[in-house]
């Protein structure tokens, strides 16, 4: 009886062990996906490592509903280790989060070898990038250094609403492929 106990409790310590560390991060530092676009603007203020000057740092575009924030640190903020970044929202909602980190103070092998240690290896892995995934966030580190985080659920979305179909080439492409 004792024994069942004890390694029941060693189960369930493995099992929130293993989620625990594979959980990925739903943004960087305050900057989460699924912030709204003002809460998002506020989390930027906060952080320096962005760079955000305010609102000459959004553009918008009404025609499709979305808006992004782009910010670039050469000038705000020259120490740190984002040198850009992009916020995308969609139903003002943030929704990708890209930041291209700075060549100059952080490689690409220790990003990697950090998101492996807190994350597990990638899920998919390719010369040009890396991908962990989890039910609710994708993150991506591509060549030459940028990571990114993006909202599964609401880019699932976005692709199966979209209404645009493959070009001639893009089809050529396939069929090609499919021949092998």
Same mark, same amino acid.
């Given at each position: 009886m004792r024994f069942t106990a004890r390694t029941n409790i060693i189960k369930a310590f493995l099992v929130f062990s293993a989620l625990s560390a594979f959980a990925l991060p739903a943004g960087f530092g305050k900057v989460k996906l699924g912030?709204?676009? *003002?809460? /998002?603007?506020s989390a930027l203020k906060s952080d320096s490592q962005f760079g955000y000057r305010g609102d =000459?740092?959004?553009s918008l575009s009404p025609s499709d509903g979305e808006s992004v924030i782009e910010t670039d640190t =050469? +000038?705000? /903020?020259?120490?740190?280790?984002i040198s850009k970044s992009w916020l995308q929202f969609s139903d003002k909602k943030l929704y990708v989060l890209t930041m291209n980190l700075n060549e100059e =103070?952080?490689?690409?092998?220790?990003?990697?070898?950090?998101?492996?240690?807190?994350?597990?290896?990638?899920? *998919? +892995?390719s010369p040009k990038k890396s991908v962990w995934r989890d039910s609710s966030v994708i993150m991506s580190l591509e060549k030459p250094l940028t990571l990114r985080f993006i909202d599964s659920s609401a880019f699932k979305g976005k692709n199966e609403s979209s209404s645009v179909s493959k070009s001639a080439s893009e089809q050529m492409k396939g069929q090609f492929l499919d021949s092998f």
């Open positions: 912030m709204s676009f *003002e809460d /998002a603007k =000459r740092d959004v =050469r +000038i705000t /903020a020259p120490y740190s280790y =103070r952080v490689d690409y092998y220790s990003v990697f070898s950090k998101l492996c240690e807190k994350y597990g290896n990638p899920s *998919e +892995i």
